[in-house]
């Protein structure tokens, strides 16, 4: 069955203190994985897309990278205002059209 | 540019009212349409999907329907709210290549 776990599930961090958001996932015929920062009460932005083992994606202070198993979101430095809730998605191949599945989310408070 | 809009904002509703959410897509044709909902600290659960005028896929048995009457429009429906549709709906469209997915405000539906 195809899953998408994020880890942890919420984290608090001080302002400059750098650190990484998980994302592990079990899918057959992975098309792409997606990063989205969703702000409380609002739909999610994207971010970043990822493609294949290896590729590295950057902006700002974020960072985000893919293995075959697993993806990364590195927050370097952050600020108080980095603090959301970041949402990882797998696309998955399915015939000719391919679903979006997301994890549960880590909900990041930056402190000043 | 592409831009999604989706209302109302929020709703609150009776138990066994109908229901009627829309959502519209500016700057692009033929789109690839999502209903979702999110519970409250959990992930975004995929209710429908649409890739052309007339055509849903429904991914949960539930109290709700899908119609999708334009190319960039896209309704959630149901005839009789129950408690457990409360949530928040997100509409979200996605380009014919099935690349990232794009998202609406939402929707903060009560049913009381």
């Known amino acids: 069955e195809d899953q998408v776990t994020q880890s942890p599930e919420a984290l608090r961090l001080q302002e400059g203190e750098s650190s990484s958001l998980n994302c592990s996932y079990t899918?057959?015929?992975?098309?792409?994985l997606f990063w989205y920062r969703q702000d409380p009460g609002k739909g999610p932005e994207f971010l970043f897309t990822l493609y294949s083992a290896g590729e590295e994606k950057e902006k700002e202070r974020l960072k985000a990278t893919l293995t075959k198993k697993e993806s990364f979101l590195h927050i370097t430095a952050p600020k108080p205002e980095d603090s959301a809730t970041y949402l990882c998605?797998?696309?998955?191949?399915?015939?000719?059209?391919?679903?979006?599945?997301f994890g549960s989310g880590t909900k990041l408070n930056v402190k000043p | 540019s592409q831009t999604i809009h989706q209302w109302p904002a929020t709703l609150v509703q009776p138990v066994g009212s109908p229901l009627s959410l829309e959502c519209t897509v500016e700057?692009?044709?033929?789109?690839?349409l999502y209903w979702y909902r999110q519970a409250a600290g959990r992930g975004l659960q995929l209710l429908f999907y649409s890739v052309g005028i007339g055509q849903i896929s429904s991914e949960v048995p539930q109290n709700l329907s899908a119609s999708r009457p334009q190319d960039r429009q896209f309704i959630l429906s149901s005839k009789k709210l129950l408690l457990s549709d409360s949530g928040f709906y997100l509409c979200a469209w996605s380009g014919e290549t099935n690349t990232e997915a794009f998202f609406g405000q939402g929707t903060r539906l009560t049913v009381v």
């Open positions: 998605a797998v696309q998955a191949g399915r015939g000719n059209f391919n679903k979006f599945y």
């Open positions: 700057g692009t044709s033929n789109p690839n």
């Open positions: 899918v057959s015929g992975l098309r792409g």
